[in-house]
């Protein structure tokens, strides 16, 4: 046999291309509102506001419409993703449960849902987004890290991560990412 690859035209064999795999179907579940827990050091303020009224209006009269996202906890109970401010509407409408989707999503992946997920709220803090942001920052440095890089690729992929995360902050400035480099 030869090293040679096979010419375009003869020795390959056709591959049908990948079949579409359907979208896993999520199932809502409705939780008693004791069995949600807060994402450990969520940096968004629940705030009893305006809009926080409106939302309390909206649950009395419709109930939730959109599921919160949460995910097991090791102690029991959830973990809420994204769903703070529905789960608190839930509370001061009085209501006992709260419709949910439960993932399965490691600290990273659910960091960066729970960023993502608030920070299109109108009225954050600056406090609120950059804290936001370096979480995000971190999860997504921790995301497929590896122990056996070199000091100088673990650089590239911090600067990158910080690229990625100003690109999807639409290029702001973020508090505490700045790049050093001994250049």
């Known amino acids: 046999m030869?090293?040679?690859?096979?010419?375009?035209?003869?020795?390959?064999?056709?591959?049908a291309p990948p079949v579409?795999?359907?979208?896993?179907?999520?199932?809502?579940?409705?939780?008693?509102?004791t069995d949600l827990h807060p994402f450990p050091d969520h940096p968004?303020?629940?705030r009893d506001d305006e809009k926080m009224r409106e939302t309390i209006k909206s649950v009395k009269e419709y109930g939730v419409i959109v599921p919160a996202i949460v995910r097991p906890r090791e102690e029991g109970g959830y973990e809420i993703v994204a769903g703070h401010r529905r789960k608190?509407?839930?509370e001061q409408a009085?209501?006992?449960?709260?419709?949910v989707i439960i993932r399965n999503l490691d600290r990273d992946a659910a960091t960066i849902i729970m960023v993502d997920s608030n920070?299109?709220?109108?009225?954050?803090?600056?406090?609120?987004?950059?804290?936001a942001y370096k979480?995000?920052?971190?999860?997504?440095?921790?995301?497929?890290?590896?122990?056996?890089?070199?000091?100088d690729q673990v650089g590239q992929k911090s600067k990158w991560s910080i690229e990625q995360v100003a690109e999807q902050a639409g290029g702001k400035q973020i508090?505490?990412?700045?790049?050093h480099s001994s250049e």
Do not use: H, W
Request: glycine share 6%.
């Open 94 to 99: 009085g209501l006992d449960t709260m419709p």
């Open 175 to 179: 508090p505490g990412a700045e790049i």
């Open 88 to 90: 608190y509407a839930c």
């Open 2 to 15: 030869s090293d040679k690859p096979a010419s375009p035209a003869r020795g390959r064999k056709k591959v």
């Open 135 to 151: 979480m995000k920052l971190d999860a997504i440095k921790r995301q497929g890290a590896r122990n056996d890089l070199t000091s």
């Open 20 to 33: 579409q795999q359907p979208p896993q179907e999520e199932v809502v579940y409705r939780l008693p509102l």
């Open 119 to 131: 920070l299109q709220r109108e009225n954050i803090l600056p406090s609120e987004r950059a804290k």
């Open 44 to 46: 968004f303020q629940v």
